[in-house]
């Protein structure tokens, strides 16, 4: 929803072209499952659309490539919205096409969100969202009532996972502080840079300090009350000028000073003439720091001694020997789980998610995964740094005799799993008789 209440139909469509609706008119239900939209997904059941204009994100068809074929009902309401309350932008990033200069706000019918469209649209489809990402372009913080905006959403359906990205200068301390105790679920800060004359190489007429000091009072916040929301993220897009060893290892260790829960690189095609030659496709640079791009898993981190890593050695009485089972009889098997980290993985989480647990995935005898989700026990209190505890897990045997393998790996529930950001596993044999 941009902030005059026009419904769009994603991110990709900064200026207003693409309007399915509008919140101001009718309802989202009304606009979700009305002509326009439905006639849309016919069209691109179909191969295209029109509509779609030149939406940066269409994918033409490969020849003879089918298209790919979606259900026309979607359901009453949509699962996943975004929100813009502002397309006012307090700096201005270079080339971007919400930089103030585009005129980006003069393609709005209004400056900033009114509250009560926002409330009317959040009550009505709030019980059928399951995340709300809290920006769109623009600043959302420029809003007087942004704050309220998010305590509204998480006090009203606290089931929402409510995410936003900020340049962090509209905020003082005392917002920070507050945005801390909203129940939002995720902020990332977006910090090109790790000194001043580098930050705004970007982020023009921004203030390096300024942004640092919002994300530290979020920090201090949230480990002042010991609270273990919202997840504070640092992103960082590498640009030509930002993107020496020097730069970067500047920005880790700032990172892991202020305590932040992750920092996480960003690779970019734009602007055309600033974007990282060092890291690009293939490049051994990349591959080096691969798994702390923000895409490339949603684990990955680039504090000094955060990336997530762990072994699991499987007790066996004979090492090496397969792990043996009667076919549908469940199996025990004892682990004992290292955390190698500088960081802790906790065993519990207040809102369900980040907590880690042991899983154990099945596969065919040949490595293919049949099932990831085929195991799963909870650690027996939260791992500290470098330290070991003994996991047990319970294998539902497969009902089928035969040799399989069991995948042993964490995994950050609804998150990752430890693997995808370069943890090793354990793989034992499973021969079921
Ligand atoms: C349009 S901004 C709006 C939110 C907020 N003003 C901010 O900058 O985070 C949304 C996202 O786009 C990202 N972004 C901005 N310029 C970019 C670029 N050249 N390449 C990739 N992402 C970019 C921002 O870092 C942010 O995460
Ligand atoms: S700070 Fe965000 S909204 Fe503002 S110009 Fe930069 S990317 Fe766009």
Redesign the pocket.
Known sequence: MLCDGRLVCGCADPYGRRTLGDARVASVRDVWTGPRIVTLREELNAGGSRFCGDCPLKLPLQKDEPPSVRPLDAGALPSRMYIECTAA?NIS?DQ?C?APETGITRTRQAGMLDFDLFRRVVDEAGAALVRIDF??????FLHKRAIEMCEYIKSHFPQVYLYT???GLALTDEQARRLVHSGIDEV?F?IDGASQSAYEKYRRRGRFDRAVATLRAMVDEKHRRARDLPFLNW?Y?LFTWNDSDDEMNRARQMAGDIGVDRLCW?L?D??ENAYSRRFVPGSPDLEAIRHEVWDDNNLGNAVPGAMPRARIDVRAIWPGVPLLARAGRPLQVRTRVHNLSRRQYPAQATYGRRLVRLGAQLCAADGTLVDRDFARAWLPATLAPGARADVPIEIPTPSQPGRYSLKFDLVSEGIDWFERCGSDTTVRTLLVR
């Open positions: 932008c990033c971007a919400c920006f769109n372009y623009g600043e959302a990205s900020t340049n990332t977006s992103r897009i960003e970019t734009h602007p």
